[in-house]
């Protein structure tokens, strides 16, 4: 079907374009791009008011198919993908079984394209079975489809296992994602170590934990000159340690999530399990330290880290609890309420740190708005405010803090290859 999108912000960070504009949809395509393009569709879409960005894409979430679909699946996981504006997605490797072969990799491309509603890039394991022992097949997995490597949901312990794989990561030109925790260091912790933990009566968890892992990788990613990307960076001490390993020239790149610059420690306050997640929500200071290194340029990538839970890993004493929310259909909305409305980037700024630059960091060919390039948009309006509510939520999954919250940017609609689906 053709589409003509007339008479919106269209805003493609890769060029920075940012400009009232019409766009001409078809065969899956964009075919034009201009003022006032004159030409007949099948479908108009009026965009006075809205904004037009490339389809988002999201380097870290969780879609758990294989093994823990009562928690959701790659069918519900890319609808709520859809709803939040993504058209892009990579998947982790922890599922079940692990993600650490080329027939897992296959397995995960072809049941999404069968039942997926986005474009989905399968990230393999660094360790086979995540045990971090033995190096997962790398280049079997990256035959297979595999975009990245990592061993997410856990850390690689051994610090030589993690010099090997960066290593055959770089021949494989696959990107290694770490999940940087010093488990060693976690003393059974469950929250932020701090006066709120204290208060109720919880054991904390040190910003060292993170910290002391982060440096360790950038030095080995260091020592072998071959790149490495942080995920989910959620203190001070770690924004300034990647700071200074990029001006010392490392091919370091990072990412954080929507909730690491929007909630701190006392969302937990009332021992509220879905704000409970790994690495903990932080203090304002961390905070304001994740805002800065957004705004200067230190953290590349904005991520979901979605991450779904069925509401009986949840619903149980705060210890025991699963870690993680889920972030498809509230990361734009957040990045606009937390950092476009309090002036901490442009909006053109967080567009790039949800397309452009987390597809570059993966090296896929996503992220941007280009004429016969394939027609993968969102449609968004930046000024609508409402609230998010359960019942609104396309995921299986319910586990955010954010519901009841009111936040400002509303997808109207998400288009994979030309199709359009309409949220208004």
């Not at 004159?38 to 960005?53: H, M, N, P, Q, Y």
């Amino acid at each position: 079907m053709s589409v003509l999108i007339k008479n919106g912000r269209v805003i493609d960070p890769a060029t920075g374009l940012d400009d009232i504009l019409d766009i001409f949809i078809e065969n899956g395509t964009i075919q034009g791009m201009e003022k006032g393009l004159s030409v007949s569709a099948a479908r108009t879409i009026d965009a006075e008011g809205l904004v037009v960005v490339p389809g988002l894409v999201d380097m870290h979430c969780h879609l758990r198919e294989p093994g823990y679909e009562y928690k959701e699946d790659i069918e519900s996981g890319t609808k709520s993908a859809l709803a939040g504006g993504f058209t892009s997605i990579a998947c982790m490797a922890n599922t079940n079984p692990v993600m650490d072969t080329g027939a897992q990799i296959t397995f995960v491309k072809s049941r999404s394209a069968a039942v997926g509603h986005v474009h989905v890039y399968p990230i393999g394991a660094v360790s086979q079975g995540l045990k971090g022992e033995q190096l997962s097949e790398m280049g079997d997995m990256k035959n297979a489809g595999a975009v990245a490597v990592s061993d997410d949901g856990k850390p690689v312990d051994n610090p030589s296992l993690m010099r090997r794989a960066l290593i055959y990561a770089n021949m494989m030109q696959l990107p290694l994602i770490s999940h940087a925790e010093e488990r060693r260091l976690l003393d059974g912790g469950t929250m932020n170590e701090g006066l709120t933990a204290t208060v109720m009566g919880l054991r904390g968890i040190s910003n060292a934990v993170e910290e002391a892992m982060v440096a360790r990788d950038i030095l080995i990613a260091e020592a072998e000159g071959v790149p490495i990307h942080i995920a989910h960076l959620s203190t001070r001490g770690s924004v300034e340690l990647v700071r200074q390993a990029k001006k010392r020239g490392v091919q370091v790149t990072c990412e954080t999530c929507p909730h690491y610059f929007s909630l701190t420690e006392e969302a937990v306050r009332d021992y509220d399990t879905n704000a409970k997640m790994n690495p903990p929500l932080r203090t304002a200071a961390d905070v304001e330290a994740i805002k800065i290194g957004l705004a200067d340029g230190t953290i590349d990538a904005i991520a979901t880290d979605h991450a779904p839970h069925h509401i009986d890993d949840k619903l149980c004493e705060f210890e025991y609890a699963a870690n993680g929310i889920i972030g498809f259909e509230t990361a734009l909305p957040l990045g606009i309420t937390h950092l476009v409305r309090q002036n901490i980037l442009s909006l053109p700024a967080l567009i790039q740190k949800m397309t452009v630059n987390p597809a570059d960091i993966l090296r896929i060919p996503k992220g941007r708005i280009a004429v016969d390039g394939m027609a993968d948009l969102t449609i968004f309006d930046a000024s609508a405010q409402y609230e998010i509510t359960k019942e609104s939520i396309k995921s299986k999954a319910k586990n955010t803090p954010f519901i009841g919250s009111k936040v400002y940017g509303k997808v109207l609609y998400t288009i994979v290859e030309g199709k359009v689906t309409a949220w208004e």
